[in-house]
């Protein structure tokens, strides 16, 4: 018997294509595995049980009638809940947000998937308005690793990660401001894409401005190449999007690794301190990379920390979230929150244009790197997954997230296209992953290097 929780969405559309399983099955199997999942990893805010089956039967009878209304008729997805989605309350993990509607419009990425027949399973857990790399919050508490409980799943899109990871969907939306695809995807052993900014179109405006992207979670980048190319197309709400992507990501992908220019850069000139067996697993990958007729060279890209010009533009995107917030509601807040809150309020103008002005300057750098390389290999974090419920590892000497995710928030500043891919596990079991930055809007190449280690059998958790 096939365990349908563990087919990619790619093998599902093939399987009801011909008629082996069904949307109706699939969906239940899924939705099974989800509530059973839910007492112990906290991966969902809300289950959409009914509503998920209706939406199954009705793909069903298109694919009987041999008429499919879109790329990804029945296949079940989970949505962040920082996402709108029509019908249902998008409480972004706070307490100060009214679960009363009308909740009456899909954000761009939400309505694709609806006009491409997606089955909504639930929307997955967010720390308060998606501000740290981990995702507990005062609504829905603390969400775990699915590979030791007793461990964070990462953030800030943990529960889409956690739900993929464990089977309740093979496609999630996460957002990303400062790596909260990545890095929940790499703590949690699947894939993450974090495209080019503006490549899927979100509306309402992030407050967070242009750090914030959405991108797919998936099980394999085959997968999040197809959620790509049905998420990443225009919608007039959303002004800063790009215009129609150059082709198809998924025909793009058997283009393979040969002959490309990637620069391994393995702890960014010595500024990070990178666990040994992190930097073990994702050695090994980058000479899998050279294997498959790469040209891997050893090179940094030349910039230092950028972390205080980013902390000027997120505490200052968190103070402008909350801003509306009355003296009670605030009260409400995540303790963390509140006091990054304070922390923007205090920025001036000319504090926030000097940010940008470094972040214009590290955009100029990684232009003229990208120039010499076609890609940039780093681990995507350090570490791997610590305690639950702390927003830094105790005992690390950090005071915030960003502590322990130098190797993400800087292509938020950039707004390049970076991704996850698992490649083992380390000695407890937890996985790694490696980082794969490309130039901005060549989201196919990282998309084509990350396939390329699937396609080797170099990249999952079970990678050694």
């Known amino acids: ?54 939406q199954a039967r009705r793909a069903e009878g298109r694919w009987h009638r041999g008429e499919p209304c879109g790329r990804l008729d029945g296949v079940p997805v989970t949505v962040k809940d920082i996402l709108l989605t029509r019908g249902q309350p998008t409480l972004r993990g706070s307490r100060a947000v009214s679960p009363d509607g009308p909740w009456e419009e899909d954000a761009p990425s939400v309505a694709r998937l609806r006009e491409h027949g997606a089955v909504f399973v639930g929307k997955t857990t967010t720390p308060e308005y998606g501000w740290k790399g981990v995702t507990d919050s005062p609504l829905s508490g603390v969400t775990r690793n699915p590979h030791d409980p007793s461990r964070t799943a990462g953030g800030s899109s943990g529960g889409a990660a956690a739900a993929v990871a464990l089977g309740a969907g093979p496609l999630a939306l996460g957002t990303d401001g400062g790596g909260s695809v990545r890095i929940p995807a790499s703590f949690c052993g699947i894939f993450g894409l974090k495209p080019t900014y503006g490549r899927v179109p979100l509306y309402p405006a992030s407050a967070f401005g242009t750090l914030a992207h959405v991108g797919p979670m998936t099980r394999d980048a085959a997968d999040a190449a197809l959620l790509l190319d049905v998420i990443g197309a225009p919608d007039a709400r959303d002004w800063s999007a790009l215009g129609p992507a150059p082709g198809s990501y998924t025909e793009a992908l058997p283009g393979g690794v040969r002959g490309l220019r990637v620069a391994y850069s393995p702890s960014l000139g010595g500024q990070v301190a990178v666990r040994p067996a992190v930097a073990g ?42 801003q509306h917030l009355r003296a009670g509601q605030r009260e409400l807040l995540d303790p ?20 940008v002005d470094v972040r214009m300057e590290l955009g100029r750098r990684m232009g003229v790197f990208h120039e010499s390389y076609d ?22 000497g950090q005071r915030r997230w960003t502590g322990w995710t130098p190797f993400t928030y800087p292509f938020n500043l950039t707004q390049q296209p970076a991704a996850t891919v698992p490649v083992g596990v380390d000695g ?37």
Request: hydrophobic share 45%.
């Open 281 to 322: 697993a994702v050695r090994r990958a980058v000479e899998r990379l050279a294997g498959l007729g790469a040209y891997v060279t050893e090179a940094d890209p030349d910039f230092t920390d950028p972390v205080d010009a980013f902390h000027t533009l997120w505490f200052s995107g968190a103070a402008r979230v909350v």
């Open 428 to 464: 407890d079991g937890l996985p790694v992953g490696v980082q794969i930055v490309a130039a901005r809007h060549r989201d196919d190449l990282v998309l084509r290097a990350a396939h390329a280690l699937y396609e080797a059998g170099a990249a999952g958790t079970s990678v050694q």
């Open 1 to 54: 018997m096939t365990d349908l929780t563990e087919l990619t969405a790619v093998q599902l559309v093939d399987g009801y294509r011909k008629g082996v399983f069904s949307p109706v099955e699939a969906t239940r199997a899924v939705l099974e595995r989800a509530e059973r999942i839910q007492p112990e990893v906290n991966a969902f805010v809300r289950l959409t049980g009914e509503e998920a089956l209706d």
């Open 336 to 355: 963390g929150l509140r006091e990054i809150v304070g922390a923007g309020a205090r920025y001036s103008a000319l504090d926030y244009l000097a940010a």
């Open 375 to 396: 890609l940039l290999v780093t681990p995507t974090l350090p570490i791997t997954a610590f305690e639950a419920g702390v927003e830094v590892p105790k005992g690390s």
